[in-house]
T-cell receptor, first 117, second 110 residues
Framework: DAGVIQSPRHEVTEMGQEVTLRCKPISGHDYLFWYRQTMMRGLELLIYFNNNVPIDDSGMPEDRFSAKMPNASFSTLKIQPSEPRDSAVYFC???????????????FGPGTRLTVT | DAKTTQPPSMDCAEGRAANLPCNHS???????VYWYRQIHSQGPQYIIH???NNETNEMASLIITEDRKSSTLILPHATLRDTAVYYCIVTFGYGNKLVFGAGTILRVKS
């Protein structure tokens, strides 16, 4: 299996620009998660989806951040406008409840390293 | 907030067992203990989980105390590739939210 795919792997942009991060979960997985990792704050959950529906977005830092999941095989995390403090590694993860109800192993992608100058 | 306490760092000699402790004194009866690790510049990787009983898989063993207030992750024969940050996480099995704390930096040395 290909695993969770994220693109781009690296993104450098200027403050004020729109940034879109993409994620393809593992086929058949019904949960998708977006995390952000910085040295200061560690690994934080931003939002997660179940069957393409956002379940908990309490970790989304502010209105500049938005996430969508138009279908089971694709999700985006958008930052508009971007700011230097958004610089971080953004991870996407997916999991499945089909095989192991109540027990969840999350599979993480390689991450997107975002630098906002 | 993370519900676990882990030492910030540990060293282990290559080929020896690495024993990583975790305290979770406020764990409730139906919360699971999960362990993940993150090798530098990669996404976190699931290792093992347990509820009450000790568990073993191809990567590691998980020992949970009888009162469930602490646990130990055991890597039986640590290699240099096991150098990583190890996260102990407590969560409801159906909750899906993983709250990552600071973890333990394990350095395996030759």
């Amino acid at each position: 299996d290909a695993g969770v795919i994220q693109s781009p792997r690296h993104e450098v942009t200027e403050m004020g620009q729109e940034v879109t991060l993409r994620c393809k979960p593992i086929s058949g997985h019904d949960y998708l998660f977006w995390y952000r990792q910085t040295m200061m704050r560690g690994l934080e959950l931003l939002i997660y989806f179940n069957n393409n529906v956002p379940i908990d977005d309490s970790g989304m830092p502010e209105d500049r951040f938005s996430a969508k999941m138009p279908n089971a095989s694709f999700s985006t995390l958008k930052i508009q406008p971007s700011e230097p403090r958004d610089s971080a590694v953004y991870f996407c993860a997916s999991s499945s409840t089909a095989a192991k109800p109540l027990l969840y192993e999350q599979y993480f992608g390689p991450g997107t390293r975002l630098t906002v100058t | 907030d993370a519900k676990t306490t882990q030492p910030p760092s540990m060293d282990c000699a290559e080929g020896r067992a690495a024993n990583l402790p975790c305290n979770h004194s406020t764990i409730s009866g139906n919360e699971y203990v999960y362990w993940y690790r993150q090798i530098h510049s990669q996404g976190p990787q699931y290792i093992i989980h347990g509820l009450k009983n000790n568990e073993t898989n191809e990567m590691a063993s998980l020992i949970i105390t009888e009162d469930r207030k602490s646990s130990t992750l055991i890597l039986p024969h640590a290699t240099l590739r096991d150098t990583a940050v190890y996260y102990c996480i407590v969560t409801f099995g159906y909750g899906n939210k993983l709250v990552f704390g600071a973890g333990t930096i394990l350095r395996v040395k030759s």
